[in-house]
T-cell receptor
Framework: AQSVAQPEDQVNVAEGNPLTVKCTYS??????LFWYVQYPNRGLQFLLK??????LVKGSYGFEAEFNKSQTSFHLKKPSALVSDSALYFC?????????????FGPGTRLSVLP | DAGVIQSPRHEVTEMGQEVTLRCKPI?????LFWYRQTMMRGLELLIY????????DSGMPEDRFSAKMPNASFSTLKIQPSEPRDSAVYFC??????????FGPGTRLTVL
């Protein structure tokens, strides 16, 4: 069965500094990996995904994530944080061998960007 | 496209009452998901449908919960009878089969 860990409940970063939100996963086969963002009182919004190919994936709002198979990680990054990036971030995984669509979401990491 | 539409946005009810949450997926999407989000348990998948057929309902907590998808443009999640521990935000999401899911704004349910 697949699982996702987000080791940090909270990440604080100063505006203009680079940010990293960590994610590690476990699947029996090859993974599909996703990042979503949730703003207060809103649903989750898709940011980016890794399916295959280049390990560095670029997504919305200047975010990117790097797939590292050996470390089973998919950390979310942004070179320069904005106050408006403050939100709850979820990593999700799906096993490519699972022909259903059973996504597993991590517990979420709250990002606070301080002005 | 209006995105995934959920109604009502807020529901306050008393314990024992029936609650029905509604979802209209994005047109053309063939998969639909119901999630529940709480502070304690995070985001939990309750059930998902593919081409209107329930595929996995193992996340449905109890027999008090039921979900239907009578056609490609409408789904309901019903709780009968409701209990205070059902209080949560319930999200509906749809997917065109390309892996990413598109979430609705959620229904905030409070059971007194």
């Amino acid at each position: 069965a697949q699982s996702v860990a987000q080791p940090e409940d909270q990440v604080n970063v100063a505006e203009g500094n680079p940010l990293t939100v960590k994610c590690t996963y476990s699947v029996s086969g090859n993974p599909y990996l996703f990042w979503y963002v949730q703003y207060p009182n809103r649903g989750l919004q898709f940011l980016l995904k890794y399916i295959t190919g280049d390990n560095l994936v670029k997504g919305s709002y200047g975010f990117e994530a790097e797939f590292n198979k050996s470390q089973t990680s998919f950390h979310l990054k942004k070179p320069s944080a904005l106050v408006s990036d403050s939100a709850l971030y979820f990593c999700a995984v799906r096993d490519q061998n699972d022909y259903g669509q059973n996504f597993v979401f991590g517990p979420g990491t709250r990002l606070s960007v301080l002005p | 496209d209006a995105g995934v539409i959920q109604s009502p946005r807020h529901e306050v009810t008393e314990m024992g009452q029936e609650v029905t949450l509604r979802c209209k997926p994005i047109s053309g999407h063939n998969s639909l998901f119901w999630y529940r989000q709480t502070m304690m348990r995070g985001l939990e998948l309750l059930i998902y449908f593919n081409n209107n057929v329930p595929i996995d309902d193992s996340g449905m907590p109890e027999d008090r919960f039921s979900a239907k998808m009578p056609n490609a443009s409408f789904s309901t999640l019903k709780i009968q009878p409701s209990e205070p521990r059902d209080s949560a935000v319930y999200f509906c999401a749809s997917s065109p089969g390309t892996n990413e899911q598109f979430f609705g704004p959620g229904t905030r349910l409070t059971v007194l």
